[in-house]
């Protein structure tokens, strides 16, 4: 069974920095590109970033780019996002999807169970 | 800028059909978007239902499914039950490693 488990949210005040991390389990993790997804409290969803499965690439919305910075670690089976100069725009539920397809960015299959971050002074 | 287009919400009656589509604010959805569904309620992860414009995903019900309609991606389920009334999303992925979410349908089954 495929698992993936958020962690690092929390309550941070504007420009202040945050790690998520995000453990995977039940399947070969190093053979599948990950995103990040987020959403805001009441809002839809929103594509933040995916890093491929080797993590050579990495692609980034226009929205978080330049601040967030997503990475893996194969060897521990986690992905990471670490978010600089956070925003109050930027609270929302964290959540790491997994791509459907070896080697390809499109469609997601699974999803961790999310992570609230708060941006507030 | 491109913006995923969806309908802020639909309703069904208990057994009916209902088809919900995510479009482009400029151009026409092809296959070559790879365009996927998601279903999620309030408080829940989403819950992935059709990848690759028309492949249910593992243990998704055949009352869903998925297509190109015009110039539009679609989602219809036939049949609808009540559990079915929540956010449905669309993604399209835009290449280069890009993905877009519509800004979701709220599915009412009344």
């Known amino acids: 069974e495929v698992l993936l488990l958020e962690s690092g949210g929390g309550l941070v005040q504007p420009g202040e920095s945050l790690r998520l991390s995000c453990a995977a389990s039940?399947?070969?993790?190093?053979?599948?590109?990950m995103n990040w997804v987020r959403q805001a409290p009441g809002k839809g969803l929103e594509w933040v970033s995916v890093?491929?499965?080797?993590?050579?690439?990495?692609y980034y919305a226009d929205s978080v780019k330049g601040r967030f910075t997503i990475s893996r670690d194969n060897s521990k089976n986690t992905l990471y996002l670490q978010m600089n100069s956070l925003r109050a725009e930027d609270t929302a539920v964290y959540y790491c999807?997994?791509?459907?397809?070896?080697?390809?960015?499109?469609?997601?299959?699974?999803w961790g169970q999310g992570t609230l971050v708060t941006v507030s002074s | 800028q491109t913006v995923v287009t969806q309908e802020p919400s639909f309703s069904v009656s208990p057994g009916g059909t209902v088809t919900l589509t995510c479009g482009l604010s400029?151009?026409?959805?092809?296959?070559?978007?790879?365009p996927s569904w998601y279903q999620q309620t309030p408080g829940q992860a989403p819950r992935t239902l059709i990848y690759?414009?028309?492949t249910r995903s593992s243990g998704v019900p055949d009352r869903f499914s998925g297509s190109i309609l015009g110039n539009k991606a679609a989602l219809t389920i036939t049949g609808a039950h009540a559990d079915d009334e929540s956010d449905y999303y669309c993604?399209?992925?835009?290449?280069?490693?890009?993905?877009?979410f519509g800004g979701g349908t709220k599915l009412t089954v009344l």
């Open positions: 993604v399209l992925y835009m290449g280069s490693g890009i993905s877009m």
């Open positions: 400029s151009g026409s959805v092809s296959t070559s978007y790879y």
């Open positions: 039940g399947f070969t993790f190093s053979s599948y590109a």
């Open positions: 690759s414009t028309n």
């Open positions: 999807a997994k791509t459907k397809y070896s080697s390809t960015f499109y469609a997601f299959d699974c």
């Open positions: 890093i491929s499965d080797s993590g050579v690439s990495t």
